[in-house]
Nanobody, 126 residues
Framework: EVQLVESGGGLVQAGGSLTLSCAAS????????IGWFRQAPGKEPEGVSC????????YYADSVKGRFPITRGNARNTVYLQMNSMKPEDTAVYYC???????????????????WGQGTQVTVSS
């Protein structure tokens, strides 16, 4: 059974940090790119950051560039999103997703994914 399980969400004050984890199982993790996506109330979903399967190339939305580094721990089948200098506009449900192969900028922006997690709530207070 394919599973993507997010953890690490919660409530944080503006300027603070959270680290989200996405633990994958049930598929060959090394063959998939992993992405983080978010949806805030009343807004369209957004591709936040994606990391490719092989060379680890990354994509970041302009809204998080320089604040939210993405890393993957292949030995643990886990991808991390370190969220720093958080802003109230970062409040959303964050989802991780997996797509086979290389996660291009276009694919990440377009929310391409084969598998999705259930999401974790992140709330940033002002």
């Amino acid at each position: 059974e394919v599973q993507l399980v997010e953890s690490g969400g919660g409530l944080v004050q503006a300027g603070g940090s959270l680290t989200l984890s996405c633990a994958a199982s049930g598929f060959l993790f090394g063959d998939y790119g992993i992405g983080w996506f978010r949806q805030a109330p009343g807004k369209e979903p957004e591709g936040v950051s994606c990391i490719s399967k092989s060379d680890g190339s990354t994509y970041y939305a302009d809204s998080v560039k320089g604040r939210f580094p993405i890393t993957r721990g292949n030995a643990r089948n886990t991808v991390y999103l370190q969220m720093n200098s958080m802003k109230p506009e970062d409040t959303a449900v964050y989802y991780c997703a997996a797509d086979l192969g290389y996660y291009s900028d276009y694919a990440c922006r377009s929310l391409y994914a084969t598998y999705w997690g259930q999401g974790t709530q992140v709330t940033v207070s002002s």
